[in-house]
């Protein structure tokens, strides 16, 4: 089992950055990649980015490119996102999951342990 919580979330502005935290802890020898993923009211859980636990290779969604930043910290076991220049549109609950195979790494399904979840609210 691998447990995770997230932190970091809050309110900012329009064109502000914002941080979220991973905290693995558990089997995190099993963890072969790490995910962030948001759901917005009303809205399915979209996958956001992803990254491999050891080589560090990195995905994103179109939507975040250039603005949003994964990354990972093996010797704390934590997972990073940087969220720079928020737009309205980027407000959701954001949750980290992790993967002990990642076939498709964009699908929810991929993943086999979840955070509870950090709301992120971008005011305009």
């Known amino acids: 089992q691998v447990q995770l919580v997230e932190s970091g979330g809050g309110l900012v502005q329009a064109g502000g950055s914002l941080r979220l935290s991973c905290a693995a802890s558990g089997r995190t020898s099993s963890m072969y990649a790490m995910g962030w993923f948001r759901q917005a009211l009303g809205k399915e859980r979209d996958f956001v980015a992803a990254i491999t636990w050891s080589g560090g290779s990195t995905v994103y969604t179109d939507s975040v490119k250039g603005r949003f930043t994964i990354s990972r910290d093996n010797a704390k076991n934590t997972g990073y996102l940087q969220m720079n220049s928020l737009e309205p549109e980027d407000t959701a609950v954001y949750y980290c999951?992790?993967?002990?195979?990642?076939?498709?790494?964009?699908?929810?399904?991929?993943?086999?342990?979840w955070g509870q979840g950090t709301r992120v609210t971008v005011s305009s």
């Open positions: 999951a992790a993967s002990s195979t990642l076939s498709y790494y964009y699908l929810d399904s991929s993943y086999d342990y």
